[in-house]
């Protein structure tokens, strides 16, 4: 029988697993709030990422790295209301998962019991490996991201492009291998050549969900506030723009501030009598 993805009812851990298996494309944005999460469910995104993005797009910082665990959880419960089919990932911000293993079960652990989310995302790849299996024996499902890891960019020198050099592709082909084999259930794989996203992709089982990583990675994310157009500035190559929301704002506001110079707002319709 044909996989439709739409007669599942809710996405999770377990039958995402089923996209692959059919050759289904996995579908997955970012949302940080109640409005923009009811739409893309309603539409089917297929996952719902509440990522540490917002602290730029949202928020108007200069990069991730300043992102608390306060400010996802909060996003992450408010988007939890608008969901009915959408599987829910919490992003594990810098310095959440770092320090102490300890630390970084009891903070993936919020994100299930305070902020709703149905699964935890760990940037990183084999140095990860103790901290996400600790994760994972408390019960808490985990995507694993690797290639390009934002929360890593002073390391690296900026957002770079990773695994053009062959060490540097090796050691990403090892990390996907190692994250699946201690029970990550998908991962993300950014800003890597296409043939490295379709040889990761092709090397395990779990799905994966490309940005930046080229057409064969199971599925694609992209940055809902970069996909509306609402952020300026910012074009790296894998994003396509689907609309201008940034030009459609300034023209609406535009237009109400001169109707209510003119005094053309509120008309006598729409003025109580």
Request: net charge negative; glycine share 10%.
């Amino acid at each position: 029988m044909e996989f439709d993805p739409s007669k599942i009812s809710r996405v999770n851990s377990k039958n995402l697993k089923k996209f692959k298996k059919a050759g289904v494309k996995i579908t997955c944005l970012t949302a940080y709030d109640y409005p923009t999460a009811l739409a893309l469910d309603k539409v089917g995104i297929d996952v719902i990422l509440v990522g540490d993005t917002l602290n730029t797009v949202f928020c108007g910082m200069e990069n991730n790295i300043s992102a608390t665990m306060d400010q996802m959880i909060y996003h992450t419960s408010i988007v939890k209301r608008a969901l009915k089919r959408a599987l829910l990932i919490g992003d594990m911000p810098f310095m959440s998962f770092q320090a102490e293993q300890s630390e970084a079960v009891r903070n993936a652990g919020r994100f299930l019991k305070e902020g709703g989310a149905d699964c935890v995302k760990v940037e990183g790849g084999l140095e990860v490996i103790p901290t996400i299996k600790k994760i994972l024996d408390a019960g808490i499902p985990v995507v694993g991201h690797v290639g390009l890891t934002p929360q890593s960019v002073h390391r690296f020198g900026g957002y770079v492009v990773r695994g053009r050099k062959p060490e540097v592709r090796q050691y990403l082909i090892e990390s996907a291998k190692a994250l699946e084999d201690i029970g990550c259930f998908s991962l993300v794989i950014e800003s890597v050549p296409a043939d490295l996203g379709k040889e990761i992709t092709e090397a395990i089982e779990i799905p994966t969900i490309g940005i930046g990583a080229g057409p064969d990675c199971d599925g694609q994310v992209l940055v809902i506030y970069d996909l509306l157009g609402l952020t300026t500035g910012f074009r790296p190559k894998y994003l396509r723009k689907y609309d201008n929301f940034a030009q459609r704002i300034e023209d609406a506001a535009g237009r109400y501030l001169d109707d209510v110079r003119r005094g053309d707002f509120p008309s006598e319709e729409e003025s109580y009598s």
